[in-house]
């Protein structure tokens, strides 16, 4: 499970709100992996005629409205529950990153199109196609605060949490092929094999693991500004 990086009460309530909130899907999805982990293993040494179970009854020899019974016995002989929820995780994630940083302009009061179209990252770390939103807009949430000592000051930074977003790309658009030069430089050789995405065992811990340690360095950033700038805080 995911351990809380934050040590102090914060200073806005509702900031320490929605914080929670984001932890606590990130919560979620470690849960959903661990799941699909036992899952898996129990029932790795089953044959197709021992598996019975189903989502629903309303249909009659279906397992939902896509998968029959079969289909679902042979996903849960062949290995691939794992796989399945670890890429589904990498797309939720995204999603669940990219909430929490509109929900972090919202509360700072910060003007979302000008944070969508910031470039200034590029220029910085002399980078190019930075075509992700959820990237310019921390930046410029930093741009915007100047805060000293942070750790988007590095490079590194931009580019593990960018990984995340090329993988996601990858899977949602090209069914896990690396197809563009700009995704394939973005993402490292763990995570890659002969032009496909791969997900290894902690891949799920590796991507929440950077996550949560870089937003609750913003969210801490974010805390002690609207401390000293009561204008902001709602």
């Known amino acids: 499970m995911i351990k809380n990086e934050m040590t102090r009460e914060l200073f806005s309530k509702k900031l320490e709100a929605r914080y929670r909130y984001f932890l606590l899907s990130l919560q979620k999805l470690a849960t959903l992996n661990i799941i699909a982990d036992l899952t898996e293993n129990s029932y790795s040494t089953k044959t197709i005629q021992d598996i019975n179970f189903r989502l629903s009854n309303d249909f009659p020899e279906c397992y939902t409205t896509i998968l029959t019974d079969e289909e679902i016995s042979k996903f849960a002989t062949s290995g691939t529950f794992k796989s399945l929820m670890r890429e589904q995780s990498v797309i939720a994630m995204c999603s669940i990153l990219e909430e929490y940083i509109d929900s972090l302009l919202e509360i700072t009061k910060l003007s979302k199109n000008k944070a969508a179209s910031y470039d200034q990252v590029e220029q910085d770390f002399n980078l190019s196609g930075v075509n992700n939103k959820t990237l310019k807009k921390i930046y410029y949430i930093i741009k915007e605060f100047k805060p000293l000592g942070h750790p988007f000051q590095a ?71 609207l401390e000293t700038n009561t204008s902001r805080v709602e």
């Open 155 to 225: 490079k590194q930074t931009i580019t593990l949490l960018g990984e995340i977003f090329a993988i996601r790309n990858a899977l949602v658009h090209s069914g896990g092929n690396i197809i563009k030069e700009s995704s394939d430089n973005a993402i490292y050789d763990n995570f890659k094999s002969a032009g496909k995405i791969i997900l290894p065992d902690n891949s799920i811990d590796d991507l929440i693991h950077r996550i949560l340690i870089y937003m609750c360095s913003l969210t801490l950033i974010i805390d002690n500004y």
